[in-house]
Nanobody, 113 residues
């Protein structure tokens, strides 16, 4: 079963940027798709976007044009570059390997002035 460790969250002002990382351990990485989710207080967890094993990406409409997912198979890591952040992006962000039921601990992103 894959183990996932997210990092890179923090407090940022509106309009700012953050890059989240997710390291994967204990499972085949390069042949699996990866996804980012987020969960805001009082809301259900939602899909932010995903990247296929071939590097193709797709995003939720709410983040399209602002967020970019990439992966480094040599480092077994997937990234979420977040630009032009808005207060409504505040949430705990999680990564997930497609086909796995495992979740990491998440990383908190707070967008506030």
């Amino acid at each position: 079963q894959v183990q996932l460790v997210e990092s890179g969250g923090g407090l940022v002002q509106p309009g700012g940027s953050l890059r989240l990382s997710c390291a994967a351990y204990g499972s085949i990485f390069s042949s699996r798709g990866m996804a980012w989710y987020r969960q805001a207080p009082g809301k259900q967890r939602e899909l932010v976007g995903h990247i296929t094993n071939g590097g193709n990406t797709d995003y939720a409409d709410s983040v399209k044009g602002r967020f970019t997912i990439s992966r480094d198979n040599a480092k077994r890591t997937v990234y979420l570059q977040m630009n032009s952040l808005k207060p409504e992006d505040t949430a705990v962000y999680y990564c997930k390997q497609i086909g796995s039921s495992s979740w990491g601990q998440g990383t908190q992103v707070t967008v506030s002035s």
